[in-house]
């Protein structure tokens, strides 16, 4: 049987809403966090069918407004975005409006009624020209995803809101409605017989989303301020990621192409390897961080019954 993550709650039940769950993370931590809290989502393009969501766009100030007040939650985690990059490089005003605008609102609106607001970030913010990146090192965005980021990151810091920051990257697993993860979609494209290329010189950590669920709830659970890094243990290429996950689902090597960035002609500029420390929220919750070995057998374990 997959070994679920479940979350222990002692305090009595506690309201969380997520704004985004019929996206990838904000689905998983209504399903990790169901037993232990009363669990609201929002959706906004994509209908989900649980009968806790609101329809929610997070441009709609008053809308907003009138759906964290009528929920009340004790915590606001916010996974909404556009998590496109070239489509935020090539449509920098809405990138700006979703990722900066609407976080602000939805900030805003968790602070009126009382709530922690836990906003999701990215390791998009840095510029890669470090060895590993920790909680207080500053900000450098190379594209118009990244910079809506550290915008909403300011914003918060600026503010009085109480409101905690997730820092994470290239998240892996099951879930959401509108589109699938990068690995979701290499399998499907292996199980079709089809190869694919993966870049060698973009490193990052691989994030299997039930664990990030899992560690945000239990940050929450602790109360915890300010930023946080939470992803997975190990920084390696797209292509040795895909390498991985290819192994583990019974697929040849050969299916996996390497190449290099420059030959993908990728609109937005990636930083070249950021390797995120996660000391930080290992100590806080008590919870080991996965390795990439660990994470995609879990995954794994989800899909392959
Ligand atoms: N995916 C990654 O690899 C990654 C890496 C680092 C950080 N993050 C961050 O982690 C968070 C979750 O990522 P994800 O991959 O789970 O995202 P996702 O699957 O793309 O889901 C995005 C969610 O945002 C909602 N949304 C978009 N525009 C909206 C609007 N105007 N008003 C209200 N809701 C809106 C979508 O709703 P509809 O689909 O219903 O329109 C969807 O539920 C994001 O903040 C992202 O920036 C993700």
Redesign the pocket.
């Known amino acids: 049987m997959y070994n679920k993550y479940v979350v222990e709650n002692n305090s009595s039940m506690k309201k969380i809403l997520v704004?985004?769950?019929?996206?990838?993370?904000?689905?998983?931590i209504i399903e990790v966090g169901r037993d232990s809290y009363e669990m609201f989502g929002?959706?906004?393009?994509?209908?989900?069918d649980a009968e806790n969501d609101y329809h929610?766009?997070?441009?709609?100030r008053k809308q907003?407004f009138a759906v964290v007040k009528e929920v009340n939650p004790d915590f606001v985690i916010?996974?909404?975005?556009?998590?496109?990059l070239d489509y935020c490089e090539t449509h920098p005003e809405e990138a700006w409006?979703?990722?900066f605008e609407?976080?602000k609102n939805?900030a805003e609106a968790s602070e009126n009624t009382g709530a922690k607001y836990v906003?999701?970030?990215?390791?998009?913010v840095f510029d890669g020209t470090k060895e590993t990146y920790f909680e207080t090192d500053k900000a450098h965005p190379l594209n118009q995803?990244g910079k809506t980021?550290v915008a909403a990151e300011e914003m918060l810091e600026a503010s009085s809101i109480d409101f905690l920051v997730?820092?994470?990257?290239?998240?892996?697993g099951i879930?959401?409605?509108?589109?699938p993860?990068?690995a979701t979609w290499l399998i499907s494209k292996l199980e079709n017989g089809e190869k694919v290329k993966a870049v060698t010189d973009q490193k990052n950590n691989p994030?299997f989303?039930d664990s990030l669920a899992a560690s945000i709830l239990k940050l929450c659970e602790k109360n915890a301020r300010g930023i946080f890094h939470v992803?997975g243990k190990d920084c390696i290429s797209r292509y040795e990621f895909s390498l991985q996950i290819a192994e583990a689902f019974g697929f040849g090597k050969e299916m996996v192409i390497p190449v290099s960035s420059s030959e993908l002609n990728q609109v937005a500029k990636r930083p070249k390897a950021v390797n995120l420390g996660i000391g930080k929220v290992e100590k806080a919750t008590g919870m080991n961080v996965l390795s990439i070995k660990e994470g995609i057998s879990m995954f794994r374990k989800q899909i392959v019954i």
Do not use: P
């Open positions: 704004i985004g769950s019929s996206g990838l993370l904000g689905s998983r929002t959706y906004s393009k994509h209908k989900t929610l766009d997070s441009l709609n907003t916010d996974t909404h975005a556009i998590t496109n409006n979703v990722n609407g976080a939805i906003f999701l970030s990215t390791d998009n995803y980021k997730i820092k994470t990257a290239v998240l892996y879930g959401g409605i509108g589109k993860s990068f994030t989303v992803s």
